[in-house]
């Protein structure tokens, strides 16, 4: 049965939604494999979207709901979560102060010029460079932003990184589940295995909430992007349970139903590597998809190597979900040179 949760939370539809999916047939001869992509990164009019659009639907209404005016956010330099934050607000009518910290070590001088940083700004968002470390704790940066904007008369709303950490967090990626069901009866076929990035965590909670209320069992495999893959684990274990409470699922959500995979998260938040940087030109070479060094670049590297290894099995149908990210390429040019 479906979850149904549009009638039981306020949300401001944000996207162009249901977003497609389409199989991917130069890629999955490449592979082995039997691959579909579902498109997240193209399915808002919002910046280039990206899978935070979801995310951001539901938070959307909860901050309109509460009076506030000015939605503030953290996330890295290149963050595609706030380039959305900042869509979203501009659509909203409201004002927008970003956190930006350096969660990256990457030697470009325009690193902080161009891509998502850029977008943010063309649309009216304050930009705020301090601080520095990935992490999912709440970060000091964020609170002094959200306690400036009180000083100046405003009414903050707090949206954490990622718009993860968050009572709303993983509503986006649960309904996701019923968006994927309908689409799968009306192609006629079933994905026993589902590829996302999974980093501040919510999208891939959400998912293993979302699937977990459907008759069929899924694999979703998240692959890590943080670099630290016991801190994702707790970030999506920590939000898939707190998703399943809030929306009445009856089911637990045990350890096994959340799956890692730390070997394609590069040498740290952000910095691609060789396999990340091949599975780019990979995924854009036969199929004209673009992803980038942060995560899609990750995912795909992943994809990639399971299924020609055989971990994916030969036999499997595989959901890609493109989570978003093209923008953050330009900001990162000298890895292709």
Known sequence: MPLDLSHKFPRRQLGFWP????????????????????????????AFGGNKVRKLEWLAADAVAQGCDTLVSIGNIQSNHTRQVAAVAAVLGMKCRLVQEEWTKWDDPVYD???????SRLMGAETVLEGAGYSTAIKETWQRALEQVRRDGGKPYAIPAGASDHPLG???YA???????????????????????????????????????????????GIDTAADAAMTR??????????????????????????????FAGPD?????AATLSAIRTAA???????????????MAGLIAMAKSGEIPKTAKVLYVHLGGAPALNAYHNAFA
């Open 19 to 46: 977003s497609p999916i389409h199989p991917l047939l130069r890629l999955s001869r490449a592979v082995g494999v039997e691959v579909w992509a579902k498109r997240d990164d193209i399915a808002s009019g919002l």
């Open 113 to 119: 010029k161009v891509g998502n940083i850029l977008l």
């Open 170 to 172: 993983g509503l986006g």
């Open 175 to 221: 309904h996701f589940a019923d968006e994927v069901a309908a689409q799968e009866q009306q192609a006629s076929i079933f994905f026993d295995t589902v590829v996302t990035a999974t980093c501040t965590g919510s999208t891939q909670a959400g998912m293993v909430v979302g699937f977990s209320a459907q008759p069929k069992r899924r694999r979703i495999i």
């Open 234 to 263: 707790a970030a999506v274990t920590k939000i898939a349970r707190d998703t399943a409470a809030l929306i009445g699922l009856n089911r637990e959500i045990r350890d096994a139903d959340i799956e890692i995979e730390p070997r």
């Open 269 to 273: 938040y952000g910095l691609p590597d």
């Open 285 to 299: 070479s036969l199929e004209a998809m673009l992803t980038d060094p942060v995560y899609e670049g990750k995912s």
